[in-house]
């Protein structure tokens, strides 16, 4: 059974910075993109990021230049730094990857909230 597991999410002030990490387990041949997406309350979920297993990222633009993707493919990590936070970034944080067993599958983790304060 896969599992994503995100940590890191809480409250901070606007213009603060939090990091987002999450961990893949369970059994699989291997991770594709992995990314970020946020649904705030009332909104449909959104991409904050996403990062290709060579590296190669995209933003949304709302978040360029303030957050940053990476990963470390041997830990099955994905992470997310929030930088010079606002509080329109407050929003459910989820967790997405494509993971190959017999075939490629996206999953997703249970999200983590992250709130900022005006």
């Known amino acids: 059974q896969v599992q994503l597991v995100e940590s890191g999410g809480g409250l901070v002030q606007a213009g603060g910075s939090l990091r987002l990490s999450c961990a893949a387990s369970g059994r699989f041949r291997s991770i594709n993109d992995m990314g970020w997406y946020r649904q705030a309350p009332g909104n449909q979920r959104e991409l904050v990021a996403r990062i290709t297993s060579g590296g190669i990222t995209n933003y949304a633009d709302s978040v360029k230049g303030r957050f940053t993707i990476s990963r470390d493919n041997a830990k099955n990590t994905v992470y997310l730094q929030m930088n010079s936070l606002k509080p329109e970034d407050t929003a459910v944080y989820y967790c997405?990857?494509?993971?190959?067993?017999?075939?490629?599958?996206?999953?997703w983790g249970r999200g983590t909230q992250v709130t900022v304060s005006s």
């Open positions: 997405n990857a494509i993971i190959v067993q017999q075939v490629s599958f996206s999953y």
